[in-house]
């Protein structure tokens, strides 16, 4: 399902879901795509579906090649979050929540 316009897709591209993390940092790729098959999202743990819109980042961190993909509904969070000015922190909460089951 598509469910990101141009100008949300370049807006959210420009917000950092490793803000705050420490370390070397090396992106070499950064876009929203629409899956080719079932994904994993790095953030909540959701699995995702073919057809699905997801961003994919692929960087270098310490060293190691690592690649993340965050769901349409994280995606929508981190713009939620941007929108509010990162006081709600949405998309943070679907990791803890994810991670506290
Ligand atoms: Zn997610």
Do not use: W
Not at 48 to 77: L, N, P
Request: one cysteine or more; a negative charge; aromatic letters at 8%.
């Amino acid at each position: 399902m598509k469910c990101f316009t141009e100008a949300e897709k370049q807006l959210l591209l420009s917000l950092d879901p490793f803000a705050g993390d420490e370390g070397s940092l090396r992106t070499l790729e950064d876009k929203v795509v629409v899956a080719r098959k079932s994904n994993t999202c790095s953030n909540c743990y959701a699995v995702g579906k073919a057809g699905d819109e997801e961003r994919v980042i692929k960087d270098v961190f310490d060293g190691d090649f690592q690649t993340h993909r965050y769901c349409a509904a994280c995606c929508m969070a981190l713009l939620r979050d941007h929108k509010n000015g990162g006081v709600d922190d949405a998309f943070y909460m679907r990791h803890e929540r994810a991670i506290t089951k």
